[in-house]
């Protein structure tokens, strides 16, 4: 009985130690973090605009007027369709890249350096770099079709395709991201599996799809989670790359972080932004916990 109250009294210590050291960065993470998330929470109660010293209370009025707003509605719509289309692209070309590099040849390093290059660069001058590759005029795109005879295309002035063109941008630039990612897990699959799924007969796009890709479960889990956050917090390539002489006609491609931006920062409705900010995480968290649930059912274990 005596030794079962040590063992309390240490291990009680010990949580103590860890929780005590940990206190700083919680306290960081809640001023940088919980706090600003719960101010916004709190403003989106509100009509609160800048410039008026009356902001009264409106109750969910902001979020009731979010159904109503054509442009909240486009935004949805466009930044759904452009994260889908990213996240599932992107993952569906990295994992194939990564099983062709996970094979150790010579020149693999170089080939992972190539690929992650575009993590790396800044995403301003990224994007300028996109701008004039689409540009319609003087674009390297264009030119490249027009030496086998076709059109030029208005990549980034043409409504119907300026989304499309953020994507193969996107997409470009998370690839080799989620490539590392698949490598360190691929290279961290015990080879005995695949050897024993070999010598069962096993042929390689079943050793792919019994033994590969439910031990990848995890990572492919991360990949799919980060990016679909990432991907519904585009910005800077959509301020960049559609306003100006570039834009698309009436108005650039509208997506939910640019509409927060216009309306709590052009008109100053830093209540109404506020709601629209609350709906994008609450639909963000609803897909990662979507994700994780779909993630729960294993099909190895069930097998």
Do not use: C
């Not at 917090?233 to 997506?255: D, E, H, I, K, W």
């Amino acid at each position: 009985m005596g030794a079962r109250i040590r063992r309390f009294h240490r291990r009680h210590r010990l949580m103590l130690f860890a929780y005590t050291a940990l206190l700083p960065v919680l306290a960081l993470f809640t001023y940088v973090r919980i706090v600003p998330i719960s101010y916004g929470v709190y403003l989106s109660f509100f009509n609160w605009n800048l410039l008026k010293p009356r902001k009264p209370f409106v109750g969910f009025d902001n979020y009731l007027q979010l159904f109503d707003d054509e442009n909240f509605i486009l935004a949805l719509k466009n930044t759904t369709l452009y994260s889908f289309s990213v996240v599932i692209l992107s993952t569906l070309i990295a994992l194939p890249l990564a099983l062709f590099l996970s094979r150790r040849g010579r020149m693999s390093p170089v080939y992972q350096t190539i690929y992650f290059l575009p993590v790396i660069t800044p995403l301003v001058p990224v994007s300028i770099a996109w701008k004039w590759i689409y540009d319609y005029n003087y674009g390297a795109l264009n030119y490249l079709l027009s030496l086998v005879g076709l059109p030029s295309i208005a990549w980034l002035t043409d409504p119907a395709i300026a989304l499309w063109a953020l994507v193969v941008l996107g997409i470009w630039k998370v690839l080799g991201y989620n490539m590392v990612l698949f490598l360190v897990g691929l290279r961290n699959i015990p080879s005995m599996y695949l050897e024993a799924a070999s010598l069962d007969g096993a042929n390689a796009w079943q050793r792919f799809w019994r033994v590969t890709l439910p031990l990848l479960r995890p990572i492919l889990l991360f990949v799919l989670v980060t990016s679909t956050i990432n991907a519904y917090n585009v910005f800077t390539q959509v301020y960049v790359m559609t306003l100006g002489s570039q834009s698309a006609p009436g108005q650039p491609v509208r997506m939910l972080v640019f509409d927060i931006y216009t309306n709590g920062f052009q008109f100053f409705r830093m209540g109404y932004a506020s709601a629209e900010a609350v709906m994008l995480t609450l639909i963000v968290l609803g897909l990662t916990l979507i994700q994780f649930t779909i993630a729960r059912n294993d099909p190895a274990r069930e097998a």
